[in-house]
């Protein structure tokens, strides 16, 4: 019944039924129909290697004398020399076929029709060459159909009537009328009693859209059908092979012999065959709808399957020689031809119309003083774009709605919904079905095509339930029946094929490829307006950071080197800072801080922070653990909303005995990382052992702030730094210290702001996870030697 191969075909002489005909292979059924017989010959020696069983029924030759025989002792000497010259000359043998001989049958002239295909063996498998060319062993099939009266393309009046339709279809104005067409052109070639053109979904359901008759049978014409009366198999062998005739429904198949090719060791690949056999399932399928003789003709879009010119006999069995099958194939060409034309002229104006709303609409979201939003919505608007119901537009903070009205609140649901795809535009005719959870009024919306982006914001259209009526041929819910069979039963195809109604609710009018496409170019163009409008907003606040990350004091016993480096990403500014200013007092205050996030916000209370600590800090008197108080206190009162981990160190000078001075370090740690401290000997510590540090700022104004004392030698740097110089992640935060103090000690002799620049080299990736902002400090090496005690 199908022709994708599956993983595990049936075993040979397994029966078929409905429960197992997915899996058919119904390219190698190993026996032909018995309208003509089937010889398949060796290259170049045209030695028979395969033959029909009933071989003596058109050549008068047993088939167990055929084979090993030389075609010539077959068929006669000047038959199978017309068979070698035709299969001889170059290019493709369908453009000769048929050859037209005639066979002598016991003293009796009998003319048949002898159709020819490769098939090469090896490789991948058996394959077809038309072109003559040699890929290595291969065999020539010829098929014999008897010719039963004049053959048509000697006959003017079939040459006329091809003629003819074919400029019919030229002047046809319209899709129906091309269809109209075809399918009478057909029916007077062939003379089948019913032809039927026959088109798919997308989902291969097929409707009959077309219809031919001599009118005294019930119409088939609207009649829809489930895609399992014509499967995956049967849908794929037909983009192979355009033509397919049951002369006779039921018959005897014709088996091959031998069973497998001798040159394969497999059965014979008859995917090109116009003798192959089908599958008992289909003969009884026709049986069931009271056919007798079938044919099908393909119909091709870019060689995919679009449907089919189906016809059907009931009279009795029924077979048009295989020239008038051949022009009943042109037909169904020239009217794919013609279809793909038009619906390429259509999709071109359809095209130019979308091309010329989308350039409108990126042209209005240039204005960066206008809301997307307000842009969108403009005219021509995004309904524009793509037809629909409602269309819903969450830009910038700001929502907007053109169309039928509806909740902003179901709206975000649908967004919210179709952001969890992870896809970057999520199309559905049926809500109720694909996102149930939602439970959404169909008569609000039922299909919906989304386009998320980021930070939350989207582009949704909805369209409202479109009920639908349609009329199949036999209920599609029920496509097998059980039917006795000996002492037990077995499953056939169903057997009623009346006109059966379904309504279908709870589906929207589908969202056609050429609309995802253009929602999905919407959401390239408007990606690059959030992004141009984001850097502009993003250069102000990376102006006003570095405004704000300014050059460190340099007092004349200390050397001070300060780096700010961002991550890679689009806003080059985040919640990172440092800080370095003197007291009245002589002392220095170091600030190290890194505020949660990484946006224009974080960088925003980075600068409020900031601030307010120096304002709190610079004359107040307080030790750094008040300060902290002070500030987490100020975060509280004045609602900022700021979470932040911050330590606030003050290098201080005291005199000692010898009149050297010596330098402390008073520190506070707010939930941020130790400094480290490197000797000059190149020894290196983490200040406070590295211990817990106390709460983050913000989160608790009343937490407690503990204040941490060291003395530091002469020569020594003191490093502050934020957790993107020592945080990756394959590395936790102590691996990263880890590695910081191992290549601190061994830059003791580095002058400081070559220190830092070694460390943001090798300690950061090309491409930087996260802010960076680091304080290195040196205290000057001792002047003089200390005099001894």
């Not at 002392?587 to 209370?605: K, M, P, R, S, W």
């Not at 802010?771 to 400090?777: E, H, N, P």
Request: aromatic share 6%; net charge negative; charged share 25%.
């Amino acid at each position: 019944m199908t022709d994708t191969q599956p993983v595990e075909w049936l075993a040979p002489g397994t029966p078929v039924d409905l429960t197992n005909c997915a899996r058919e292979p119904i390219h190698v059924p190993g026996s032909i129909q018995p309208r003509g017989v089937l010889i398949s010959v060796s290259e170049p020696d045209l030695v028979v290697e395969q033959v029909s069983e009933n071989l003596a029924d058109v050549v008068g030759v047993a088939w167990e004398r055929a084979l090993g025989r030389p075609l010539a002792e077959v068929l006669g000497t000047v038959p199978a020399q017309a068979v070698a010259r035709s299969a001889a000359a170059f290019g493709d043998l369908r453009e000769r076929n048929p050859v037209e001989l005639t066979l002598d049958l016991d003293g009796t002239p009998v003319p048949v029709d002898a159709i020819l295909h490769r098939i090469v063996h090896g490789g991948s498998g058996p394959g077809r060459l038309d072109d003559g060319e040699r890929r290595g062993a291969s065999s020539l099939v010829v098929e014999l159909e008897p010719a039963f009266g004049p053959r048509p393309f000697s006959f003017p009046n079939t040459y006329q009537a091809v003629r003819s339709s074919i400029a019919e279809l030229n002047r046809a104005t319209d899709l129906q009328e091309l269809y109209d067409v075809t399918v009478t052109a057909v029916r007077n070639l062939t003379g089948f009693d019913r032809v039927m053109l026959y088109r798919y979904d997308d989902e291969y359901n097929g409707e009959v859209v077309a219809e031919a008759q001599h009118g005294g049978l019930p119409s088939f014409l609207g009649l829809h059908y489930p895609a399992s009366d014509i499967p995956a198999q049967a849908r794929a062998l037909y983009e192979k092979n355009w033509v397919r005739l049951i002369s006779e429904a039921p018959y005897t198949p014709a088996l091959l012999q031998p069973v497998d090719h001798p040159a394969t060791g497999a059965p014979l690949d008859l995917t090109y065959s116009t003798l192959r056999s089908v599958s008992p399932i289909h003969v009884e399928y026709l049986g069931n709808m009271g056919v007798a003789a079938s044919m099908s003709i393909s119909l091709l879009r870019e060689d995919k399957l679009w449907g089919l010119i189906a016809c059907h006999h009931y009279a009795g069995p029924h077979a048009p020689p295989y020239a008038t099958r051949a022009a009943a194939e042109f037909l169904g060409s020239t009217l794919s031809l013609r279809l793909v034309d038009r619906a390429a002229e259509e999709e071109v104006r359809r095209a130019l119309r979308a091309r010329s709303t989308l350039a409108w609409l990126t042209a209005a979201t240039l204005d960066q003083d206008r809301p997307l939003a307000e842009s969108l919505l403009g005219t021509p608007d995004l309904l524009d774009l793509v037809p629909a119901d409602s269309v819903v537009v969450h830009l910038e903070g700001h929502a907007a709605v053109r169309g039928a009205p509806v909740p902003e609140a179901l709206a975000a649901q649908v967004a919210e919904w179709a952001a969890g795809r992870r896809s970057d535009v999520v199309s559905t005719e049926s809500l109720p079905t694909d996102a149930p959870e939602l439970d959404v009024p169909v008569e609000l919306a039922c299909g919906a095509l989304v386009v998320p982006l980021p930070e939350g914001q989207s582009v949704v259209w909805l369209r409202q339930e479109k009920v639908r009526s349609i009329d199949w041929g036999g209920d599609p819910h029920h496509q097998a029946t059980v039917v006795p069979e000996g002492d037990g039963v077995r499953i056939s195809p169903r057997q009623s094929f009346d006109r059966w109604s379904e309504t279908v609710h709870g589906r929207s009018e589908p969202w056609t490829a050429a609309e995802v496409a253009e929602a999905t170019e919407l959401r390239t163009n408007l990606l690059e307006a959030l992004y141009a409008r984001t850097r502009r907003v993003a250069r102000a606040a990376e102006t006003l950071q570095r405004s704000m990350l300014s050059d460190p004091p340099q007092p004349d016993h200390l050397q001070m080197a300060v780096r700010y480096v961002p991550a890679a990403r689009e806003a080059q500014v985040g919640g990172d800072w440092y800080d370095a200013f003197v007291q009245p007092d002589g002392a220095t205050v170091l600030v190290i801080g890194d505020v949660v996030g990484h946006d224009t916000e974080a960088a925003a209370v980075m600068g409020q922070l900031r601030g307010l600590l120096r304002g709190i800090a610079f004359d107040s008197g307080l030790g750094p653990a008040d300060v902290l108080r002070r500030l987490d206190a100020a975060v509280d009162g004045l609602r900022m909303e700021a979470i932040a981990s911050v330590l606030v160190a003050r290098l201080e000078q005291t005199p000692d005995e010898f009149d050297e001075g010596v330098t402390r370090l008073v520190w506070s740690n707010a939930g941020h990382l130790p400094p480290v401290v490197l000797t000059a000997d190149g020894g290196t510590r983490l200040l406070g052992g590295g211990g817990r540090a106390d709460l983050l700022l913000g989160v608790d104004p009343g937490a407690p702030r503990r204040e941490h004392e060291a003395v530091l030698e002469r020569g020594s740097t003191v490093l502050l730094y934020t957790d993107g110089l020592v945080e990756r992640r394959d590395q936790v935060f102590d691996e990263g210290i880890d590695v910081l103090m191992g290549l601190l000690g061994r830059l003791p002799d580095r002058p400081v702001e070559q220190l830092a620049d070694t460390l943001l080299g090798e300690l950061l990736p090309e491409r930087a996870e996260d802010d960076v902002a680091l304080v290195a400090v040196r205290l000057h090496a001792q002047d003089r030697p200390r005099p001894d005690r």
